[in-house]
């Protein structure tokens, strides 16, 4: 009886020794799929360098074209995320007969109802997508987008593509006013101020608009120059067409858009004196300035680089885009200008010392990013997922955007094809 007893005893032991060693072995592969922030420890040493690989992803055949009741058809898009009532900002678009407009939700966010009342304007020019019909729409492609995320505005992007979009205003809720620059013949010149001579990895626009500050500069500057003068040097007249540009920056007019560090270190909030009828600067090919999803507007030429990272802070997602779509710019003769102030931007609700812990991915690494893309060897087939992969592989990124921007890359192919 003792001898059956043990015997019995040493069979459920060794199941169960068995069952941990499966367990265990399947853990680490669970693991992998869970990333979705960029690792804290990482050292600074290796930021730039290629040290992570990425395994074969399979993705589903899942994008949806648009179906939500009405098709709506406009040339002129804009593009809000909105997490509570409408602003004034938005309200002034909404009311301009020449733009259609596009309401990103998100969880937590307030209902269609509730907004659109709040707003007062109902009509087929304004649509409002809340989270569930982002799934409808784009289920597989919502599904690397988390929530109270920036990225969110994706889809507000891929919608108006879809929809006949040739222009796309890309806008904060607290920035009031619109870019309104006629296209229609992309043979027309505008008038710009452009670098005389020389070169520099950076360019840094902020000083010319006439700001009662001796040191300034855009959010997504590399610290490390922001007293180097040469970043912004002496400047000529030129023009360029209107056709050539991809992207036209809108700076404000009140409190432009700077990092947490200068408004922590300068005097806060300042005031642009520069007038609207002041030159359109443009960025010098090969030279990188930051840009934001603030009041930006996208020509058509170049509504592919408009995707937000998703897995990097939404105060550094938009940064990472700008430098990421220059890098494409500078390869396809794609202009990227600041407009004249033309932008009033109110207080936001975000504290100093949230933004500075938000940003911090910018102070460390933006140096670093620039120089990598500096010497990226681009070749005539390099896509974004080919940078985004080596992005991922150097720590500027998560492997979830690695994710995204192929479920992007997709969707946009399926739904949206440039004349």
Known sequence: MFKIVCINIMVAAFFLWASLYMLLSILPSCYEWQESTPEQDVS??????RNRKIDTISMQESINRVNIGQHYMCKHWAVVYAMSYPTNAVRRIALNSNWCLVIVADIGSISMDAYLTALGIRGRRIVFLNVEDQDILFSD???AIPSRHIGRKNVGYLFAMQNG????WDFDY?????LDINISNTRNTIDVLQRCSGQHKLFNPYPYFSVNETCIWPRGFPLEFVRDTSTSPELCK??????????FQSIAKTEPDVDATFRLTREYPIMIEATQTFPFILIPRHSYCPFSERATLWTKQSFLYMALP????????????SYIAQLFF?????????????IEQTSRDETILEDFQAEMDIYKKSNSLIDFLQTFRFHHNTTLENLYEDLYSRYFITLNDVYFIRKWVKSYSKNFIVD
């Not at 607290?174 to 619109?178: D, F, L, R, Y």
């Open 310 to 321: 998703t897995g990097v802070n939404s105060r550094v997602s938009d940064i990472w885009r």
């Open 238 to 247: 030129g023009n360029i067409s209107v056709g050539s540009v991809g992207v």
């Open 165 to 168: 979009a040739e222009l796309i």
């Open 141 to 143: 492609f919502t599904a």
């Open 174 to 178: 607290n920035n009031q006013g619109i």
């Open 44 to 49: 600074n040493a290796n930021i730039g360098q």
């Open 330 to 342: 500078h390869q396809k003769g794609i202009n990227l200008v600041f407009s004249p102030p033309i």
